[in-house]
């Protein structure tokens, strides 16, 4: 290989040799002879013949480094590149770099130094229609008419929904928000056909309701057979005769006419979803707590087990719901009043993205 650096001398001997026949290649076969070692590329003896052209030397004149020259960073350049910016934040450093006369090692070395800017990513969301922002403002204000009629309404809601934990440890970036203590810095490869389970989990202020597993995907007849059979004796055992909300998104399995009549039964006037007697709205993950809150939080922890096999998935999933602590639950459902009104503040738009939680209901479940 070449060397990384050229001496002074050796690239007078390239400029030299250059000039006597004006070809690339008798210069790297005479530095062969000369040196026996591989000889620079065409590219840098064509830099060399270059600034010998547009400066009358070959010296280096910056801390006796020879290559490409390292531009300013200093305060002006710094100035001029941080104002390049601001005028335009989404404009990329090659760009910027090209505008500013400015090498793009230099502008990232501006930012990476300027106190207070950093790098953000934006958060990939669907997109709304008005008419999709009317229905979620709708279900904000009809949530807020009833918490101001009762304080603890909010507290009478299970708010459910199904989410699939694949064995390669995937997160389904539809289905949650991650969120960790630390940034896992984890890559996973995309693989077809990796065998998982499809979980069915509700929350409520009393707790986690399941899990329940569906036997191969959820289809309407395996939610049917599951609200019958787990998901309405658990809610009843939690809140005896007490009047519950139930609440699901409009997923196709939902929406089968025994699933509905076996919700008009069991939650009469009460249960939220498509069709139902309250409208859940579409696109809407940032509203229930499974998907702002759940889904991501027990995934960080059953794939930081990294289960093996189909049955060390199950029980980690089911162990990560038991270790929820019991004041969690109440927190985050309460923290849904607080995200209705952000919504109405945002006209029904996305919200999440301007946000920022502080709170102790949005710190991680598991301790």
Request: proline share 6%; hydrophobic share 30%; with cysteine.
């Amino acid at each position: 290989m070449a060397p990384n650096r050229l001496s002074f001398e050796q690239r007078k001997l390239i400029l030299k040799w250059y000039w006597k026949s004006e070809n690339v290649c008798d210069v790297q076969r005479q530095w062969r002879r000369e040196f026996t070692t591989e000889p620079p590329t065409r590219l840098t003896i064509a830099r060399i013949r270059d600034k010998f052209e547009a400066e009358g030397t070959v010296q280096n004149m910056h801390k006796n480094r020879s290559g490409r020259r390292r531009s300013s960073t200093g305060e002006e350049n710094a100035a001029l590149v941080l104002q390049a910016f601001t005028q335009s934040p989404q404009k990329s450093v090659r760009h910027t770099a090209r505008e500013t006369g400015t090498s793009r090692a230099s502008v990232y070395r501006i930012l990476k130094t300027a106190p207070k800017w950093k790098s953000f990513l934006p958060q990939l969301l669907h997109s709304l229609s008005e008419d999709d922002s009317r229905r979620r403002v709708e279900f904000c204000e009809w949530i807020q008419g009833k918490v101001n009629e009762d304080k603890q309404f909010v507290d009478k809601i299970v708010w459910s929904n199904e989410a699939t934990f694949k064995l390669n440890g995937t997160v389904n970036r539809y289905n949650c928000v991650y969120r960790s203590l630390e940034n896992p810095k984890s890559q996973v490869d995309k693989e077809d056909n990796v065998p998982g389970l499809t979980v069915w989990c509700g929350v409520s202020s009393k707790g986690i309701v399941g899990p329940f597993f569906f036997e191969g995907t959820a289809t309407d007849a395996g939610y049917f057979n599951m609200l019958q059979s787990s998901i309405v004796p658990t809610i009843h055992q939690l809140y005896g005769d007490k009047k519950v909300y139930y609440q699901q998104d409009g997923a196709p399995p939902h929406f089968h006419s025994d699933i509905r009549d076996c919700l008009d039964t069991n939650f009469p006037g009460r249960w939220i979803g498509r069709t139902g007697n309250v409208d859940y709205p579409p696109l809407s993950p940032d509203l229930t707590p499974l998907d702002f809150y759940l889904w991501g939080n027990l995934k960080n922890t059953v794939y930081a087990k990294k289960p093996s096999t189909l049955q060390e998935l199950r029980h980690e999933i089911e162990w990560s719901c038991t270790a929820i602590p019991a004041l969690i639950c109440p927190k985050v459902c309460r923290s849904v009043f607080r995200r209705c009104q952000q919504c109405l503040d945002a006209k029904g738009g996305q919200f999440e993205h301007a946000v920022y939680d502080s709170e102790q209901c949005d710190k991680p479940l598991f301790h």
